[in-house]
């Protein structure tokens, strides 16, 4: 159950301008590029779970994906949305709450750049469960949270390999898992990378 008093997704992007957020980063994360230039499959409709300011899927419609970007706050939805007129491109950017959705798939990609690592173990499944059903069969999910490596206790959950395995296996074969970091305002933030395809 939500506190009430819990500050929300929006207010964090209400209270602090978006380049200063530990997750922006204005290219496209060095990870998804190398995985999508190695499956460089024939077709190329993205969804950008937790879009945030824009830039990756913005980096992608520059790349010529056809990209839907949800999140769930409005502010940071408006912010990308601003971002893709400036930087010339069409990406429809929508306000989605991905555990509750009203997307209708399929997609080629899902990408997913610091979203699951924020659930409580209670909707981590429901999220594997609506993932698998917005990707298309052998889509392919790319999936980039904190590892258990990282110290301390700040910020969203850590992983092991074996715990991503054990959440996304029963609807996904696991391609790879691979120690990272976030790229970022907060750099060498020990992250797993993921390739996931969908049964």
Same mark, same amino acid.
């Given at each position: 159950?939500?506190?009430?008093? $819990? !500050?929300?997704?929006? =207010?964090? @992007?209400?209270?602090?301008?978006?380049?200063?957020?530990?997750? @922006?980063?204005?290219?496209? &994360?060095? &990870?998804?590029?190398?995985?999508?230039?190695?499956?460089?499959?024939?077709?190329?409709?993205?969804?950008?779970?937790?879009?945030?300011?824009?830039?990756?899927?913005?980096?992608?419609?520059?790349?010529?994906?056809?990209?839907?970007?949800?999140?769930?706050?409005?502010?940071?939805? +408006?912010?990308?949305?601003?971002?893709?007129?400036?930087?010339?491109? #069409?990406?429809?950017?929508?306000?989605? &709450?991905?555990?509750?959705?009203?997307? /209708?798939?399929? *997609?080629?990609?899902?990408?997913?750049?610091?979203?699951?690592?924020? *659930?409580? !173990?209670?909707?981590?499944?429901?999220?594997?469960?609506?993932?698998? $059903?917005?990707?298309?069969? =052998?889509?392919?999910?790319?999936?980039?949270? *904190? %590892?258990? $490596?990282?110290?301390?206790?700040?910020? !969203?959950?850590?992983?092991?390999?074996?715990?991503?395995? +054990? @959440?996304?296996?029963? @609807?996904?074969?696991?391609? %790879?898992? +691979?120690?990272?970091?976030? /790229?970022? %305002?907060?750099?060498?933030?020990?992250?797993?990378?993921?390739?996931? #395809?969908?049964?």
């Amino acid at each position: 159950m939500t506190q009430t008093n $819990q !500050p929300t997704w929006d =207010d964090v @992007y209400k209270k602090t301008p978006a380049e200063r957020l530990p997750w @922006y980063y204005a290219e496209l &994360d060095p &990870d998804f590029a190398r995985a999508l230039e190695a499956i460089d499959g024939p077709t190329k409709r993205v969804l950008d779970v937790g879009s945030g300011p824009g830039t990756q899927a913005i980096a992608l419609a520059e790349r010529g994906f056809d990209v839907v970007g949800v999140d769930i706050a409005p502010t940071a939805v +408006e912010y990308a949305q601003v971002r893709a007129r400036e930087h010339g491109v #069409q990406v429809d950017f929508k306000v989605d &709450d991905i555990l509750e959705t009203s997307l /209708h798939g399929p *997609f080629d990609y899902i990408i997913d750049r610091g979203v699951f690592h924020t *659930f409580m !173990p209670p909707s981590r499944a429901p999220y594997v469960h609506t993932t698998y $059903q917005l990707l298309r069969p =052998d889509g392919y999910m790319l999936l980039k949270c *904190f %590892s258990h $490596q990282q110290p301390g206790t700040d910020g !969203p959950f850590r992983f092991s390999p074996s715990q991503l395995e +054990e @959440y996304f296996a029963p @609807y996904f074969d696991i391609i %790879s898992i +691979e120690d990272s970091v976030f /790229h970022g %305002s907060y750099p060498h933030v020990k992250a797993l990378f993921a390739i996931l #395809q969908r049964r």
